[in-house]
């Protein structure tokens, strides 16, 4: 039996009937030109504003005398005392930055979920407080802390380490919708009531559990906090530490090809960083590996 679509085979072993392969002189539908222009025209418009910067970069850093290229701005990097504190005491604090924001928010985004759903909007809108906020007014705000913490805390209150504490607030609205999303994905409450009516306590609930089911939205929120810390410029120069982007600006007054061989280099990385995440994130593996059924 034929139809309009095409023949119909005959009736699957698990019930209906499935339509036969279409032929193979079949046109394929296209889209209009001017659509397909008109994707192409934003695709290298996209493309353009991301490459050509990038592209300046490279020329710019690899020049040598008389027209030449040379990578000697890169290898002179680690020649630079100051550079070596910067990236040391960026990559510190986004560690900390990734550590004290999971312990904050983790537990926080799921007590709320499972126990008091009607704080969500209040957690949600706390979290999200800090884009509304200028970097400058926190910093004068919190300026006052900092000065006694130096005063008080010798060593410990002077390193650039406690920059850890308002990094945290600066990422709270992009880690908590990384989070977020993952959370609702799953049946939080559901799969908190069954450890728990197994004998399992809360932490090992949390940890056990749910972290394992939300792993993709927390490295999303780790790699999101680690590319804001690294990229953090305002309150570390308005408090006087030195970090990477501090000292890039700084050593960009003595020698740019250095300056902006270590921006592209710290760009470099944190497309590396996407690269790794989105590779062997869980689940990356076998959404690659999944294949779609065709009927025959």
Known sequence: ???????????????????ARPPANSRKLRRPLGQRIARTLVLVIVLGYLIVPLYGMVEFSTRGDYGSRSLASYAAIFSYPDMITGITNSLEIAVLTVVGMLVLLVPTMVWTVVRVPRMRRVVE???????????????????????????????????????????????????????????????????SDAARSLGASWPRTILQVIVPNIRGGILSASVLTIALVLGEYTISSLLSFNTLQVVIFLLGKRDPYVSVAV????????????FVISRFAPGAASRAGRAVEEPS
């Open 1 to 19: 039996m034929t139809t309009p679509q095409g023949p119909i085979g005959a009736a699957a072993a698990e019930g209906g009937a499935l339509l």
């Open 125 to 191: 809108f706390l979290c999200l407080l800090p884009l509304a906020i200028p970097a400058i007014v926190l910093v004068v705000g919190i300026a006052p802390l900092y000065q006694w913490m130096g005063q008080h805390l010798g060593a410990v209150g002077a390193s650039p380490l406690t920059l850890t504490l308002i990094d945290i607030i600066l990422v709270l609205p992009y880690s908590y919708r990384a989070i977020d999303s993952s959370l609702r994905s799953i049946d939080t409450a559901t799969l």
């Open 263 to 274: 921006s592209f280099s710290a760009l470099l990385f944190g497309f590396v960083l996407l």
